[in-house]
């Protein structure tokens, strides 16, 4: 069966700085894709960026990127320049083919000091 | 485009009572989906429907769960009756083809 884990519950990093958000994922089948939300604290899930399983190159949106190291069954996302903002919970999540359902991970909270 | 509406936004009703829940996803958006998410946790999805079919529906309890999308559009999901578990937010998602999902803000439903 397929399984998302995020090991991080909570994480801080420092405004204007990097910040990587863990993901690891369990599935037997070739095909997939990855997908990263995020959820201010005001409720409302936003789509940040997608990876299939054959796509070559890492994906980048803005100041989100994914490191995706298909081997490791990995999909951390890394946020550059933190801002105010950012913080919110991130989910991890991934769908086998295109009419299969999408699960999802725990989540991580992530909070921007100033 | 407008986005995944939702209604209503909050609900509060007392256990055993009924509820139903409203979704009109984006404008040609075939996929659509229930999710419920319990405070703290990653939505779990209820049901997936591909236009007016049930791909998914194998965590929805269909003792007290229904849901239907009459003509692929909109969508309800109604629970009758309510336990107090089912304290939640009811989210709903549409997506094209293979694309990203689209959420709705969410219905916040308190059991009392």
């Known amino acids: 069966a397929q399984k998302i884990t995020q090991t991080q519950p909570g994480m801080f990093v420092q405004e204007k700085e990097a910040v990587t958000l863990d993901c690891t994922y369990d599935t037997s089948d070739q095909s997939y894709g990855l997908f990263w939300y995020k959820q201010p604290s005001s409720g409302e899930m936003i789509f940040l960026i997608y990876?299939?399983?054959?796509?070559?190159q890492n994906a980048t949106e803005g100041r989100y990127s994914l490191n995706f190291q298909k081997a490791r069954k990995s999909a951390n996302l890394v946020i550059s320049a933190s801002q105010l903002g950012d913080s919110a919970m991130y989910f991890c999540a991934m769908r086998k083919t295109s009419y299969d359902k999408v699960i999802f991970g725990p989540g991580t909270s992530l909070s921007v000091i100033p | 485009e407008a986005g995944v509406a939702q209604s209503p936004r909050y609900k509060i009703i007392e256990k055993r009572q009924s509820v139903a829940f409203w979704c009109n996803p984006i404008?040609?958006?075939?996929?659509l989906y229930w999710y419920q998410q319990i405070l703290g946790q990653g939505p779990k999805l209820l049901i997936q429907?591909?236009?007016?079919?049930?791909?998914?529906d194998s965590q929805l309890p269909k003792d007290r769960f229904s849901a239907e999308r009459l003509k692929g559009v909109d969508s309800t999901l109604k629970i009758q009756p309510a336990k107090l578990e089912d304290s939640a937010v009811y989210l709903c998602?549409?997506?094209?083809?293979?694309?990203?999902?689209?959420f709705g803000d969410g219905t916040r439903l308190s059991i009392l």
């Open positions: 404008s040609g958006h075939a996929t």
């Open positions: 990876q299939g399983s054959y796509d070559e």
């Open positions: 429907f591909q236009n007016n079919g049930v791909v998914d």
């Open positions: 998602a549409s997506s094209l083809f293979a694309g990203p999902q689209h």
